[in-house]
């Protein structure tokens, strides 16, 4: 008695009429006597994100209206999964500036994040940029598509920073709440990888410092709450884990600049993280390889350098030792090594830690691949230049024969040639 529920009663199929083209949202003004006038909405998600615009302060309607606005665009009538219906940008702007109000922590009691908001919001961003949904953002023009992609990461990004930083500060014993927080992070990684997956978009895209630093942190979360045993959470944290490699991955071959980025930002730290607690997982070894060697390829010898001092040489060697038998791994694992043996360090490096012996074991197992052979020759060459204890190295692992087949077997290839003969001639003068 007395009490309005605002949660929409959804027993009653409500048919959407066709969808809205308005540029703005509707807005409502007043006349002299105090009536009100307004453009009738055209659909549900247009009322809902009306609602939303009208009521930003009211933390009960807005929570209420985001968890109906989630329900009509995942699981939407059967008139609107037969043409996709394009998300009105101007309208999405109304619910990303709710994200970002309802992050705000200096709220009345210090504290305003709104878990409900968030997950719900973040639901929905996270249907909209799949690319088969009855809601997207992707038939708009490329432009507009682009502008407002890059509002839903700053948007995204912004919110998992809060989001982190709660969970990293929250009590691992509250199973519950780290649920939430893995919950909501693993939502959010899912959108930034969407994004980025998208060839077109990609380009268009502008990254900045904290779109790499959430990515890498989210990843190293995945690590500190790895012995957390909600299989909830757990999947969750495969799931970050997961698309935070396919993120690094992806910026990992684009220029100097956001390769500098990712190692500026936590980037390598993450990965070698990764890599050191879990040895056991094959493929998760092989693409951290990988990723490490398109970092690795960057013109700045100080950010290299820094690598090589933070251990990414030591992570790589141990993969190569725990899998060499698979190709993949050494490949990647072999590509790092040649960018990143470029000090009197690293050859210290590689002597004590068997890397010499780890790359002529990946020669001699892989012999049809010719990007390990050329790597490896790299990496031999330049150890050679190391003194005469090094050459000795080098020579008790049987290089010097595996090298003069490889010689032989790739006569055409210049890098062979060039540190294959050039390893070769080292040695004889010993």
């Known amino acids: 008695d007395g009490v309005v529920s605002l949660r929409p009663e959804f027993d009653i199929i409500v048919e959407e009429p066709p969808f809205f083209n308005t540029d703005t949202p509707p807005t409502f003004s007043s006349n002299n006597n105090h009536s009100h006038s307004y453009h009738r909405p055209s659909s549900p998600i247009e009322a809902l994100i009306t609602t939303l615009h009208e009521n930003l302060s009211d933390t009960a309607i807005i929570q209420e209206t ?106 691992k014993s509250n199973k519950e709440r780290q649920h939430t927080m893995a919950r909501l992070t693993r939502k959010g990684i899912v959108v930034i990888s969407k994004l980025l997956e998208n060839s077109s978009l990609n380009k268009q895209l502008i990254l900045r410092d904290e779109h790499v630093r959430v990515t890498s942190d989210a990843i190293k979360m995945t690590q500190m709450n790895s012995s957390n045993n909600e299989s909830s959470t757990s999947s969750s944290l495969v799931i970050i884990l997961e698309k935070g490699f396919s993120i690094l991955e992806m910026l990992s071959q684009k220029n100097n600049g956001t390769k500098g980025m990712l190692v500026r930002n936590g980037g390598t730290e993450a990965i070698m993280n990764v890599m050191a607690k879990n ?102 060459a330049f150890l050679a230049e190391g003194g005469l204890e090094v050459k000795y190295a080098i020579e008790s692992t049987g290089a010097l024969n595996i090298i003069s087949k490889v010689v032989k077997r790739y006569p055409n290839d210049d890098d062979v040639q060039l540190n294959g003969t050039c390893v070769i001639s080292l040695l004889s003068d010993m």
């Open 279 to 380: 040895s056991n997982d094959a493929a998760l070894q092989g693409k951290a390889c990988a990723i490490l060697s398109h970092l690795c390829n960057i013109d700045d010898l100080s950010l290299k350098q820094s690598m090589v001092s933070n251990g990414a040489i030591d992570v790589t060697i141990r993969a190569m030792f725990e899998y060499k038998h698979d190709q993949y791994t050494q490949r990647g694992a072999c590509a790092a090594l040649a960018r990143l043996c470029i000090s009197d360090e690293a050859i210290q490096i590689m002597v004590v830690n068997s890397g010499i012996l780890a790359t002529v074991q990946a020669m001699n197992k892989f012999q049809d691949c010719k990007e390990i052979q050329a790597d490896g020759c790299f990496v031999l």
């Open 66 to 171: 985001c968890a109906s606005l989630k329900k009509l665009v995942l699981f939407p009538s059967n008139d609107s999964k037969k043409t996709t219906k394009t998300i009105n940008a101007a309208l999405l702007q109304t619910l990303l500036t709710v994200m970002r109000i309802y992050q705000d922590r200096s709220g009345e009691n210090g504290e305003r994040f709104n878990t409900r908001v968030q997950v719900d919001s973040l639901s929905i961003l996270e249907r909209i940029t799949s690319t088969n949904t009855s809601y997207t953002i992707y038939e708009l023009p490329l432009e507009s598509t682009a502008e407002i992609s890059q509002n839903i990461m700053d948007t995204v990004v912004s919110v998992m920073d809060v989001i982190i930083a709660a969970w990293l500060s929250s009590d």
